[in-house]
């Protein structure tokens, strides 16, 4: 381990020192719900955050969008030195189901060393952290080592449909050499991630009503068209028993990945029994012989969020039903656009099942893509070795979407991810939580990435 | 129209006269839930039947079974004429989805000369109506014109799981000469219906559970399989968009329709525009080349009742479920027998998708059928057309399912089934009705029957 530098440590020293405290203030933030998808909670905590950040020594501005605010704060003082982007995002998963929450998820719970809530790992835990790194490196130095832009969006978990205009509308406000995103999760053994890019994202509905009302099953039942088996029969043309997205035209723009990426991937750790027994799991998806990590890393997905027709409650109903839906996610890959993807998709579905509507209320997010051999890698793979005192794995994409390509592709630098929370912080599920280590190891991390970034 | 008994026209008088009355009965009788499905009401339900056939003058047994009484009551004052056995069902199916109804369910409302409340035609409207037809010959002669036994069980909307049983354990107090029930609905045009059979009916759930908790679809994506997709692309090896059963095994039993029944199935009316227009439909079922009677008459089916996995919610929610089912009904025609046909989608299931379970609770009800040549179809006809003053249509098979294989197959005995109901009765959905006129109807053919079988 690289002998560290005396004012890193100091800093280091002085995040150990008020670990109790910036728990309780993670705790407030958690406190506040704030739900992009049923625009709850979302202007307040815009505002708390503003605060906080304008408290600590930002120059602060709430960007309006047509959707929710962005939250923007510079810190400039450090001329001649790079100007790292922080993206974060301040809004929440709809907690839903809640009777499977162990504890309310806006009454954030401490247990076993974890906080239970909704948005701790996804995103507030993470980038309160950056900005407590921030704070940290300021209170204790009276100044930054590089200079600081923090975007913190809120309508990340409905596809920040609006981050792409901002960040077009604000290139100045966002100059910047590198952007840093801390979002996701650590791998399983504990070792810290550093990712160069992720998957883009497309979600979309598929609605069919045939009949004006449910009927009975005996006396309609071949006559009149079920919406169910409409949506069976279009989704298996839409994706193979064996695994294999098959709309048309669907993997035209992928571009397949190097042998650097591929590389990478392989070497990418996996005890394949321990993540079966974590999630009780008999097998992996289909394809069965496709390597783990190039699944998550360089294929598209199609996922069925939510199928929801007819009758669902107990014992049975005989009862043909007259509309269904079918909530659903595609995850891209480098050069996949998903609006020539919701093309595809429409195109598809009208030629395979004209009676179903697609229904798709936001452009989806790109995927993000920055290359492994960049030099600015260097300094962040630095900061997470003094942080954690271990290498990061090098991911040549992560497997969620965060807004990467706003940077790589519309700003066009650099765009890095790293992982604050555990990996069984079950983001976008019940009892979602985050270790009480790593939080303070974020806030570690985040000071360290400062530090390497003004060397 | 032929001449009119006078016997007849005065027991036709006296229902004439007490027409309010007997709504009022019928009202009351709505007023008491009892849903089998959920165990509701049944035995007080059983009951008051039990005291109404009683207080009119018949021998009546309350016959416990391992599920719910069957009530029968007998009388037999006619010897050497025909013993008819009615049969009927006191329980209905379960009301919801309750907001839904205009009115609530289980407070019957009358509006534009309709009853709306659940289980006024499937089945309380049709089997009271039978019985207020013996207590107007009892009333106005003192006697029936034939020997009478009424089955009445609580059972049938959960397949009557016990009938089998049932009769074959009480064939001397079950002794009759033909079955006729009362139940479904006449044709749209408002003709009266015979029916010489009815389909079979196998409901079962089909269960698949992957992990252990919902996860991200992003994270987790192409990793952990889906059960959504898992029930699509077992389904797709069911039935083939082109409306074709494709379980291993499903038709082998099937006997193909008579002359005589296509004949019968080809002369059945038919709008279909205005069948279309009705249920707001843009077409058909598939195979779309299917003649529309041989649909609902000689082909069996296999209905999505309901399939429900994972988020259902406003917004998106970029999830990949754990568990998923799917409530399914196959509708059987002769001679399918649904234990062997349970089996076959058992071994389909096996092979197809091993981590799917197969739920059976129940064990279905076999089709039946009468040939449309036997003598006991005269006087039923007959007595349709002194009451309606119209022909009925002849129906090879009705096309919902009722126990009427116990009578054929286990009494051998001739098995019809008139209806009483409205074409738009709405059975098994909200605002079920039964106009008024439907139930009077009802009333006179019941006892027109009586007066026929004792010519």
Redesign the interface.
Known sequence: MKQMDGELTSVFDHIDQNRDRSVDRLLDYLRHPSIS??DIGIREVAERLSSLLTDIGLEVSTVTTPGHPVVVARWDGAPGKPVVLLYGHYDV??P?PLELWTTPPFEPSIRDKRIFARGVADNKGQHLAQILAVEAHLKVHGRLPCNVVFVLEGEEE??SPHMAAFVRDHRAMLKADLAVTAD??MHASGRPNLKFGS?G?L?FELRVR?????????????????P??T???L??TM?S?QGDITIEGFHDAVVPPTAEELDAAARLPLDLEAFKRS????????PADRP?YE??SF?P?F???????????????????HQ????C?V?LVAAQDPADILAKIKAHVARHAP?VDVIC??LGMYPSKTPMSTPMAQPIQRAILSAYGIEPLLYPT????LPGYVFTDILGIPAFVVNYANADA?????NENMTLDCFHNGIRCGAAILHELGL
């Open positions: 998808a049923h998963q709809p839903e409905v596809g996701g999760q998957r994202v979600s045939h009949a004006t009302r449910d009927v009975h099953s005996g006396n309609f039942g071949g006559v009149v068209p079920n169910l088996w949506l069976v029969h989704l298996a994706k028993p999630l009780g799991l008999q097998r992996l998806d289909e783990f699944r998550l294929h997905t996922t069925l969020n939510g199928l929801h027709g007819g009758y669902g409650g107990p014992g049975t109903k005989t009862v043909l039903p269904a839906t079918a909530k996610d995850r009676d209320n936001d992560g497997f969620g979407s079950a983001n976008h599920a019940p």
